[in-house]
């Protein structure tokens, strides 16, 4: 008999309390795990890439291609018992026990699995607590960074038959982990005990698509993916979606789609992968009930790359389906068709825009680089000019790049994409970009509320209408759309500034307490923020903590060196009267 030995991902799993559950009632025990597997732990493992190697009569040996797909397979598993178990009488409950380990195996020519890592998975297993998760160092080691439960190190312990200890991690399933410090490039995670209200209709997350082509340079083709499907799925009236930068915080992280779901405040979330292979690409997606962890639709797609528009679609189509046939077959789904030549100019766009929404000078840089290149190589492509356009003004603006200097090619390519295609929603985003820092309010939001008619889930667009608001003085109208563009993408990056302007917004209406809170809030999310600081500088001044007021313009000093009120005249967009506002605190703090 022939043997292949290999390195793989083991998951061992097996019921608690087996043998008195079934002593107790083996009928009903049989009946209730026959219905387990086929409801929630087949599937499960199924959607998880995962191939059962061996049941017994309480448990499962189960291979998987990575530890990250048994971790994500674990949890679900887990957080689908406890969900099950809920009203159960402890002495009727089933509780499964999980280990996962990644060793060194043999598969045998039959498929059957031996070796020290099988042993070593069924140990952990047999030392897991009910409904808990226990990973060996080596399967820890490959989805630390990623996990957003709670963990527990168990340290160097001594299992059955094996010879040398072996440090164990325990997985608190339903624990979040403790809130990791943030750095100036990184924005700090909302906290997850703040839970959101549904909104009043279809609400879905849709995660990164993970990348399985082995190679990391494919990243961007699988976050591209994932970023059509969600602008798709915001340019459907009657549903709630969350946005990009929001959902791409999880990007390779093993995640609770339950946890998630509380953290975004939605009903539904989208996940799958996608493996490009010359000229063919295989993406695969689930749509899971956020609520009850339930599968709602599921499928695989095989394509030629030239039809990856129309996947897209295809794709879109089936999950809206899946959440509200009824509004489906009403409104019906408009399918968009592109030339082929457009697919070459997707993939420039799409691998400049994995590197723009990392949001650091560097990155940024890179992509308004290759963006300049997409505009040159392929003039008649409308995203390539909108989103070129967006990257100068965003950089422009937080100091990446010098100020003013790109405004004039900015405003030329805003031009281009709108002209191009009249309904791309980004290009009526920079032009209104444009007419904001020129202080034109009016023009600013016209263009604004054109980007938000096209997408109505456009969340950037929401904040950047308030931030024009809130710049003129209209602040109760202002706070309205920046909550709005907050609840949209609670986990945004970009959040750093619609909360700033929820600062700017309470100062001008007299609120400094307000303000003072905002602005903190603001500068903790993301410390770059320049604008953050010079508002809390202004709030805490009028306020009348004038020591905290000058003790922030001393940290403002060392952000901003060349701060001055000579320089926020001619560079902070404010209209006349709060700009004479906002100057007075600034006195008042003691800049000059």
């Given at each position: 008999?022939?043997?292949?030995r290999?390195?793989a991902?083991?998951?061992a799993?097996?019921v608690?309390g087996?043998s008195?559950?079934?002593?107790?009632d083996?009928?009903r025990?049989l009946?209730?795990l026959?219905?387990l597997r086929s409801d929630l732990?087949d599937?499960?493992?199924?959607?998880?890439?995962g191939?059962v190697?061996?049941?017994t009569?309480?448990g499962?040996?189960?291979?998987f291609?990575?530890?990250?797909?048994?971790v994500?397979?674990a949890?679900e598993?887990q957080?689908g018992?406890?969900?099950?178990n809920?009203?159960?009488?402890?002495?009727r409950r089933i509780?499964?026990?999980?280990?996962?380990?990644?060793?060194?195996?043999?598969?045998?020519?039959?498929?059957?699995?031996?070796?020290?890592?099988i042993n070593i998975?069924?140990?952990?297993?047999g030392?897991?607590?009910?409904g808990?998760i226990c990973?060996?160092?080596d399967?820890?080691r490959q989805v630390k960074a990623?996990?957003?439960l709670?963990?527990?190190?168990?340290?160097a312990?001594q299992?059955?038959?094996i010879a040398e200890?072996i440090r164990v991690?325990?997985?608190e399933?339903?624990?979040?982990a403790?809130a990791k410090?943030t750095?100036?490039?990184?924005?700090a995670?909302?906290d997850?005990?703040a839970l959101?209200?549904?909104?009043?209709k279809p609400?879905?997350?849709?995660?990164?698509?993970?990348n399985?082509s082995g190679?990391?340079?494919?990243?961007?083709?699988?976050d591209?993916?994932t970023e059509d499907i969600?602008t798709a799925l915001?340019?459907?009236?009657w549903?709630?979606?969350?946005?990009?930068?929001s959902t791409?915080?999880y990007?390779?992280?093993a995640?609770?789609?339950?946890?998630?779901?509380?953290e975004?405040?939605?009903?539904?979330?989208?996940e799958?992968?996608?493996r490009k292979?010359g000229q063919?690409?295989?993406?695969s997606?689930?749509l899971?009930?956020?609520?009850?962890?339930n599968?709602?639709?599921a499928?695989?797609?095989?394509?030629?790359l030239?039809?990856?528009?129309?996947l897209?679609?295809?794709?879109t189509?089936?999950?809206?389906?899946a959440i509200?046939?009824k509004l489906l077959a009403a409104?019906?789904m408009r399918a968009?068709?592109?030339p082929?030549?457009?697919l070459?100019?997707?993939d420039?766009?799409?691998?400049?825009?994995?590197?723009f929404?990392k949001?650091?000078?560097?990155e940024?840089?890179?992509?308004v680089t290759m963006?300049k290149?997409?505009v040159?190589?392929?003039?008649?492509?409308?995203?390539?000019?909108s989103?070129?356009?967006f990257a100068?003004?965003?950089?422009?603006?937080?100091?990446?790049?010098?100020t003013?200097?790109d405004?004039?090619?900015?405003?030329?390519?805003?031009?281009i994409?709108?002209?191009?295609d009249d309904?791309?929603?980004?290009a009526?985003?920079?032009?209104g970009?444009?007419a904001?820092?020129?202080?034109?309010?009016d023009?600013a939001?016209?263009?604004?509320?054109?980007?938000?008619?096209l997408n109505?889930?456009?969340?950037?667009?929401h904040?950047?209408?308030?931030?024009?608001?809130?710049?003129?003085g209209?602040?109760?109208?202002?706070?309205?759309?920046?909550?709005?563009?907050?609840?949209m993408?609670?986990?945004?990056?970009l959040?750093?500034f619609f909360?700033?302007?929820?600062s700017?917004?309470h100062?001008l209406?007299?609120?400094?307490?307000?303000?003072?809170?905002?602005?903190r809030?603001?500068a903790?999310?993301?410390?770059?923020?320049?604008?953050a600081h010079?508002?809390?500088c202004a709030?805490l001044a009028?306020?009348?903590l004038?020591?905290?007021?000058k003790?922030a313009m001393n940290?403002?000093?060392?952000?901003?060196?060349g701060i001055?009120i000579?320089?926020?005249?001619?560079s902070?967009?404010?209209?006349?009267e709060?700009?004479?506002?906002?100057?007075?605190?600034?006195?008042?703090a003691?800049?000059q």
């Open positions: 008999m022939s043997e292949t290999k390195i991902a083991i998951l799993a097996d608690v087996y008195r559950l079934t002593g107790a083996e009928d025990t009946a209730r026959r219905a732990i599937p499960t493992i199924a959607v998880h890439h191939r190697v061996k049941r009569g309480d499962a040996l189960v291979e291609r990575s530890v990250v797909d048994a994500r397979c949890i598993v957080n018992m406890a969900e099950r809920a009203g159960v009488p402890a002495e509780d499964f026990r999980i280990g996962i380990h990644l060793g060194d195996i043999v598969e045998e020519s039959d498929g059957d699995l031996m070796g020290d890592g998975a069924a140990r952990l297993e030392i897991a607590k009910p808990a990973l060996s160092e399967a820890y990623r996990l957003s709670a963990v527990s190190d168990l340290g312990t299992l059955k038959n200890p991690y325990s997985l399933v339903g624990a979040a403790q410090p750095t100036q490039n990184e924005p995670e909302l997850p005990s959101l209200a549904l909104p009043d609400s879905i997350a849709v995660l990164p698509f993970a399985m190679d990391p340079e494919q990243e961007y083709f699988s591209g993916i969600i915001s340019r459907l009236r549903f709630f979606v969350i946005a990009r930068n791409f915080v990007k390779g992280k995640v609770d789609v339950k946890h998630v779901g509380r975004l405040g939605v009903r539904y979330v989208l799958g992968s996608v292979g063919r690409v295989r993406i997606g689930q899971i009930d956020a609520l009850t962890g599968h709602i639709w499928e695989r797609f095989d394509r030629e030239t039809d990856i528009f129309a897209q679609d295809e794709i189509t089936s999950v809206t389906a509200e046939p409104e019906g968009e068709t592109r082929l030549a457009d070459n100019a997707w420039t766009v799409a691998r400049a825009l994995s590197h929404w949001l650091t000078a560097a940024s840089e890179t992509a963006l290149q997409a040159q190589q392929f003039p008649r492509y409308p995203p390539a000019h989103m070129f356009a100068l003004l965003v950089s422009g603006h937080v100091g990446w790049r010098p003013g200097k405004a004039e090619l900015a405003a030329k390519h805003s031009r994409a709108s002209e191009l309904s791309d929603p980004w009526h985003l920079a032009l970009y444009l904001f820092v020129g202080r034109k309010t023009e939001v016209g263009c604004f509320r054109t980007a938000l008619n109505p889930n456009f969340a950037a667009a904040g950047f209408v308030g931030w024009a608001l809130a710049f003129d209209r602040s109760d109208e202002a706070i309205g759309h920046l909550q709005q563009a907050i609840r993408s609670p986990r945004d990056p959040n750093g909360l700033a302007g929820l700017a917004s100062y209406a007299g609120r400094y307490t307000e303000a003072v809170e905002w602005a809030q603001a903790q999310i993301r410390g770059g923020i320049l604008g010079r508002i809390l709030s009028q306020a009348g004038i020591e905290e007021a003790a940290n403002l000093r060392q952000l901003q060196p001055s000579d320089w926020i005249t001619q902070v967009p404010y209209t006349p709060p700009m004479a506002h906002f100057l007075e605190g600034m006195r008042k003691g800049l």
